[in-house]
């Protein structure tokens, strides 16, 4: 019997034992069937090193055991268990261990409508929120979203979420004077948005976007935190996330996100994940696959 739900509300479920892990690197991806939540992401790493990169949606991030360290926007921050981390799309950031016994996150990405564009300057400056009921908030959401059935209890906990995490970001929004440079890199990064699957050549993009090409890596640079072939690698891997959720096999996601080949994919899949596409999907053990009862 076909579903009678939404595109965007149907569970796509996977399981994977834990067990075929590599030491160090247990994850968990799924996609849950609430509208606003583009993934949700568990995770155990002990050695694994996010490289700088960015992402195209909010991630609201709590961590459960150890410590993070992590720049954002080129400045020093960390990520403790009793903080709520936000970090906002369209920013540079990367992250590590900050002891050695690793640790453990739950991490909600959350879609870039979820909240205003225009808070994205307060979440760069403060993307620590001590907050406990918030904190408490978001890890009953994650409980509720591992649950099949109780979606809407989730949607109720995401938009009450959303509502504290605006008057926090409300509180004391700066006001920035975008750089001179901001819309020649804006425009590059809409361009690599625009052709992330089939690439473009730097000659190429600066002729587009009349400009010298050292100017447009230079300008970019200075914007975003990264070079432009770094954010097109970061979006491309991304991309194959997103497809290998929806059930494409890695070798298919491969082409699909604009990777050489599968190998292309696992190199940077891995630099970026810390697991390999055939190893990043699976859903807490509480969790029965879609169609199952």
């Known amino acids: 019997m076909a579903s009678s739900l939404p595109a965007y509300r149907r569970p796509v479920l996977y399981v994977l034992s834990v067990a075929t892990r590599p030491a160090g690197s247990h994850v968990s991806a799924w996609r849950p069937a609430v509208a606003g939540v583009a993934e949700v992401f568990h995770a155990h790493f002990v050695d694994h090193a996010y490289p700088r990169h960015i992402h195209d949606v909010w991630t609201l991030l709590i961590v459960d055991d150890g410590a993070v360290r992590y720049d954002l926007d080129r400045h020093r921050h960390g990520a403790l268990r009793t903080s709520v981390t936000l970090l906002p799309p369209h920013v540079a950031h990367d992250g590590r261990a900050a002891t050695a016994d690793g640790f453990r996150k739950r991490v909600l990405y959350l879609d870039t409508s979820a909240l205003d564009a225009e808070l994205i300057g307060r979440a760069v400056d403060q993307p620590g929120i001590v907050d406990p009921q918030l904190r408490d908030r978001i890890h ?88 432009p072939h770094s954010y097109l690698t970061g979006r491309r891997v991304e991309v194959a996330r997103r497809l290998l959720l929806a059930g494409q096999r890695p070798a298919e996601v491969a082409v699909a996100a604009g990777f050489f080949d599968q190998a292309h994919l696992t190199r940077h899949f891995r630099r970026y994940l810390g697991v390999s596409p055939a190893r990043y999907l699976g859903v807490p053990s509480g969790i029965r696959p879609a169609g199952r009862r």
Do not use: M, S
């Not at 959401?141 to 970001?169: K, S, V, Y």
């Not at 052709?195 to 190429?204: F, Q």
């Open 140 to 227: 009953l959401l994650h409980r509720a979203l591992a649950a099949p059935g109780d979606e809407f209890e989730a949607e109720g906990r995401l938009a009450l979420i959303l509502d504290r995490l605006h008057a926090q970001l409300r509180r004391h929004t700066p006001v920035g004077v975008a750089p001179a440079a901001r819309g020649l890199a804006v425009r590059l990064r809409e361009l690599l948005d625009a052709r992330t699957i089939e690439g473009v050549t730097l000659r190429e993009a600066a002729a587009l976007l009349h400009a010298h090409p050292t100017h447009l890596v230079r300008t970019f640079t200075t914007v975003h935190g990264v070079p």
